[in-house]
């Protein structure tokens, strides 16, 4: 399982890195200096050439990749067996009682009452 557990998280990781790489590399539609101040705004949503090109499609299919690592990381770590080793934040499990209660250590006695110090004893 955890062989398993580190593919999915290398395919996870590329799938990430890759729609990062896509989506940088893309060229928006109102990419020149007049969109700052609005002019590309009254364009169609796709644009001239059509909805989408080989870019946005990449894109979409790495996102998809990534959205199915995802969900696979997540089925894997609920469905992990309870021998493996947890993370910090899991609770170790209470010490079994004691059988003999004889065996057992007794109560700390009550704290004797402490006599204060002598006078002469404090620095000055």
Same mark, same amino acid.
């Given at each position: 399982?955890?062989?398993?557990?580190?593919?999915?998280?290398?395919?996870?990781?590329?799938?990430?890195?890759?729609?990062?790489?896509?989506?940088?590399?893309?060229?928006?539609?109102?990419?020149?200096?007049?969109?700052?101040?609005?002019?590309?705004?009254?364009?169609?949503?796709?644009?001239?050439?059509?909805?989408?090109?080989?870019?946005?499609?990449?894109?979409?299919?790495?996102?998809?990749?990534?959205?199915?690592?995802?969900?696979?990381?997540?089925?894997?770590?609920?469905?992990?067996?309870?021998?493996?080793?947890?993370?910090?934040?899991?609770? /170790? =499990? !209470? @010490? #079994? $009682? &004691? +059988?003999?209660?004889? *065996?057992?250590? /007794? =109560? !700390? @006695? #009550? $704290? &004797? +009452?402490?006599?204060? *110090?002598?006078?002469?004893?404090?620095?000055?």
């Amino acid at each position: 399982m955890g062989s398993l557990f580190n593919l999915v998280i290398v395919v996870q990781v590329v799938s990430a890195i890759s729609i990062i790489g896509l989506v940088l590399l893309q060229h928006g539609k109102g990419a020149d200096m007049g969109a700052a101040f609005g002019s590309g705004a009254s364009g169609s949503l796709f644009g001239a050439t059509g909805s989408s090109n080989f870019m946005s499609k990449s894109t979409g299919v790495a996102a998809a990749i990534f959205f199915s690592a995802t969900l696979a990381l997540s089925y894997i770590t609920t469905h992990q067996s309870s021998s493996v080793s947890g993370g910090v934040m899991d609770k /170790a =499990a !209470p @010490a #079994a $009682p &004691a +059988a003999n209660p004889a *065996a057992a250590p /007794a =109560a !700390p @006695a #009550a $704290p &004797a +009452a402490s006599t204060p *110090a002598p006078a002469n004893s404090i620095p000055k």
